[in-house]
DNA sequence: TGTACATCAGTGAACGCGCGTTCACTGATGTAC
DNA sequence: TGTACATCAGTGAACGCGCGTTCACTGATGTAC
């Protein structure tokens, strides 16, 4: 081992895989360092370049070895938080087993909003960008939210028919649930977390609604 | 009349009431060309002063001669947009009446779409600054919201004891139905005017399955 | 009505500032022999 | 294994630019007599 590897190693204790692993990782860091930075209130439209590299404690320039500019890295900060979501989707189909369907419903919304509380800086960089006047933006989060409202829809289905319940014609219903959990989202942004507790009382009583129409 | 005064006449070919009333012409100038931007695709966020003055046709700094700063006219244009949503949504409660409920229901959804096209800008400008990392923005914004939530409410309850449902306990789907209307703004935003009308009929549906509930 | 003065909406020039980006350079890491 | 060279992530200085804002000034409008 030469001298300048050892110092090397000294200072970045995690070695990984070197060079090509060690970018990708720098580039991991920027990522969140911007998306903490989100988290600490800056919208990311105000993100600048300069405020990212400090935050990652890194020279300015540095970061164009990332990212061509700063759309690009605007782009990657929202597939980034795609990403993320998709896991805490992921993570909550697998909630609804067994049990009775209100109580299942209960637990599931439970981990919702558990999942809403971690990825809150994640969230709020999409909900910022979902209107950004670059269609570029726009187009992932949509191509996203349309994935995850299809996931839904087939998720229901397949619950229902385990229960034993009618099938088929269920997209309308999945459809008003998606909605009613996207402005659930929209409004627990400007809430604390009791209050969030408080209102998802409400969007269970009202999810419920519509579950339980066909079975009066 | 003097020289001067025809001179002025001439340039300004609506005398109004001079001065004071001059003056509150060339502010609400301003908010519509501020406004006219948003509808060309720039971000409210991205509004320039000097972009502003130049689309009204002055020069920058006499902005400042109505208002204090960047963000009072950013306060005034959210103030303004809500203004005119609110007066929409005031002219469509008139249209709830006689019939049967399906086809006042489609009368009623046919017209919040016209208004969605009309206010267009003014919608894209309250749904961008409903995140607005300044709270100032976010207060006035979910104030209104909340009201005009609570106008449906009413306005549903009263409809239906008109027609001699039961009465009380509307407010869950009330509040569904808004959460419904909210999300079919924001994804009519990046719809054509086909496509609009095209989903208008699944969001009919859907309200039509609420409201239904207790009639089956 | 005419005159003298006050008000004030609008202007052109200038300010300091922070932005995204470029550039030549450094020095550790990776590669070939 | 050691040596010579290529690669390339990271740096410090500098760029031009447009931003919000300030300032002294202009000249038409409003007011008092």
Redesign the interface.
């Known amino acids: 081992m030469t001298l300048s590897k050892a110092v090397t190693e000294l200072k970045t204790p995690k070695p990984s895989q070197s060079r090509k692993g060690r970018k990708e990782e720098t580039r991991h860091r920027i990522l969140m360092a911007a998306l903490q930075l989100v988290d600490e209130?800056?919208?990311p439209?105000?993100l600048g370049l300069r405020e990212v590299a400090r935050s990652v404690g890194m020279a300015a320039p540095s970061i164009y070895n990332h990212f061509a500019d700063m759309d690009e890295l605007g782009i990657a900060l929202v597939e980034e938080s795609l990403v993320r979501l998709r896991s805490v989707a992921r993570s909550a189909r697998k909630q609804m087993q067994n049990e009775n369907l209100t109580k299942a419903l209960k637990q599931l919304l439970q981990q919702f909003l558990l999942s809403i509380n971690e990825s809150e800086s994640a969230l709020?960089l999409l909900?910022?960008q979902?209107?950004?006047?670059n269609p570029e933006y726009?187009k992932i989060i949509?191509r996203d939210m349309s994935i995850m409202r299809q996931d839904l829809a087939e998720n229901m289905e397949q619950t229902a028919a385990e229960k034993g319940l009618k099938l088929g014609e269920f997209s309308?219903?999945s459809?008003?649930i998606f909605?009613?959990l996207?402005?659930y989202i929209?409004n627990a942004?400007?809430m604390d977390k009791a209050k969030r507790e408080e209102r998802l009382k409400?969007l269970e009583?009202?999810i419920l609604?519509?579950v339980m129409?066909g079975r009066?």
């Open positions: 209130g800056r919208s439209s105000e709020r909900i910022m979902w209107f950004n006047p726009r949509r309308l219903e459809d008003i909605s009613l996207i402005t929209l942004m400007d409400v009583q009202q609604m519509i129409r009066l």
